[in-house]
């Protein structure tokens, strides 16, 4: 069942193709990454060192572990919130309700497993499952992003994402039919996008520490240094958490196969490779480069956070004192464009910011290996391809006005670089 809309919407990550290219790759890189991260050479590029068997890969002992982990934050998103928040107006007019309790669920969290640790749960020993989890954590999405297909097929025409209907069933379950699946008031893509894959990070980072402390006698700075660096990140992501109500995820994309893969396997596997490696590859750091290091990331923290605020306060009150001396620009749909301040400074100054953190979180890892730099490397990708996309949605919705601030705010996301 295609929306008329959806058939006339340019397609993208090259269509079908493209999407079932990237159905393969996705889940072969994560693979891949795992494999080499505990090998000797630590190749990121070549083949693995060995293949795995499927003993290697599944074991119900590890989806049931999965499955515990799904229902307790679950669990958690359902305690009472201290804040409900509403999302943008939908096409039907209405606005969707979100609780906002999801540092009050990674708070829970860390209590629960430090209980947990005290004791005698082995949290170590996580270090030595990633591989199997990952690959069940991949099937477990396959089999959810059907399940979100066929939800789809009874959803009204008004609940369909923009781009996920194009009628070609490989395209459309990777993109994502349904903008918010849920069955109540249960919402399956605010859930995803915060809670198990991202506080799964930051458990997978303390696993890996608390492995090298049993190997080594105490955790390496530069292991200290990864663990501090993403937590801050995971930890504010969920501080503001009602911020991400207003990004491209929540009030663009589908909840397909992409997000899901993105929120279950690809954060949580790939994004703590930086301490995975320190755990097989341990890395000398003295205090002078680790104090250069922690304020390079905390230059890319205060222009991310910077950014990221300075715009959600301007769209959730223009005249609040902090954003009402800003320069802007309006526009035809009424709401008006920041021309100063940080948004004067590059068109994504966000994605700066972010791009100097994820940088600070590799150089722990020395120089030796090209490994430890693959988040970054695929972070400049990402945000580069996203901010093309985000470039069209705003040329839709501004037209003009997206071109006169073009004008006079030329670089996209490094000044006078790009
Ligand atoms: N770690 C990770 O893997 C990832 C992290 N991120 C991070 O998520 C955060 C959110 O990113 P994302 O959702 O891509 O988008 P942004 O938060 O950058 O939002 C883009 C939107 O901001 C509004 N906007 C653009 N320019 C202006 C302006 N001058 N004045 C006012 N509003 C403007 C437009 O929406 P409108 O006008 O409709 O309000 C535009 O569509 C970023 O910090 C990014 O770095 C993103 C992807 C992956
Ligand atoms: C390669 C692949 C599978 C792509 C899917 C992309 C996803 C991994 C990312 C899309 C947007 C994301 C965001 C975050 C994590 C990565 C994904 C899901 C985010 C939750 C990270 C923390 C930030 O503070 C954030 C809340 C702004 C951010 C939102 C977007």
Request: net charge positive; proline share 7%.
């Amino acid at each position: 069942m295609a929306s008329p809309q959806g058939l006339q919407a340019p397609q993208e990550f090259g269509g079908p193709l493209g999407a079932a290219a990237l159905m393969l790759l996705l889940p072969a890189t994560t693979l891949h990454l795992l494999l080499a991260v505990r090998s000797g050479p630590a190749r990121l590029l070549g083949p693995p060192a060995h293949l795995p068997g499927l003993s290697e890969l599944w074991s119900p002992r590890v989806l049931l572990l999965l499955l515990t982990w799904l229902g307790l934050q679950a669990a958690l998103y359902l305690l009472p919130a201290r804040k409900v928040a509403e999302g943008l107006e939908l096409k039907d007019k209405s606005r969707l309700r979100y609780p906002i309790n999801g540092f009050q669920a990674l708070m829970l969290t860390v209590l629960l497993v430090g209980l947990g640790v005290s004791g005698g749960l082995p949290l170590g020993a996580l270090a030595e499952m990633l591989l199997p989890l990952a690959s069940v954590a991949t099937l477990t999405t396959f089999i959810f992003s059907v399940l979100l297909y066929m939800k789809a097929q009874v959803t009204p025409t008004s609940g369909l994402a923009p781009r996920g209907n194009s009628g070609n069933l490989l395209y459309d379950f990777f993109m994502g039919r349904e903008l918010n699946p849920r069955i109540g008031s249960f919402d399956f893509k605010y859930f995803f996008e915060l809670r198990p894959g991202l506080i799964g990070w930051v458990l997978i980072n303390l696993a890996l520490l608390l492995r090298e402390a049993e190997l080594r006698g105490s955790p390496s700075l530069a292991m200290w240094l990864v663990n501090g660096f993403q937590l801050l990140y995971v930890g504010d992501a969920l501080w503001y958490e009602e911020a991400v109500l207003t990004t491209m995820d929540i009030t663009h994309e589908g909840f397909g196969f992409m997000l899901a893969f993105g929120d279950l396997v690809w954060v949580p596997f790939t994004y703590s490779l930086q301490a995975h490696f320190l755990l097989y590859h341990p890395q000398p750091l003295g205090l002078p480069r680790a104090l250069l290091i922690c304020l390079i990331n905390a230059a890319g923290y205060y222009i991310f956070r910077g950014a990221n605020s300075q715009k959600n306060t301007f769209r959730k009150n223009p005249s609040d004192p902090s954003v009402a001396g800003l320069e802007t620009i309006p526009t035809a749909t009424g709401k008006r464009l920041l021309v100063s301040g940080w948004w004067g400074m590059v068109r994504h100054p966000n994605y700066l910011g972010d791009l100097i953190m994820a940088l600070a979180w590799s150089l722990p890892c020395g120089t030796s290996h090209l490994l430890p730099y693959f988040y970054f490397l695929y972070f400049i990708v990402l945000l580069v391809h996203r901010e093309a996309r985000d470039e069209l949605h705003c040329l839709q919705k501004y037209g003009r006005a997206w071109h006169a601030y073009c004008q006079r705010v030329p670089y996209r996301i490094v000044p006078y670089i790009y």
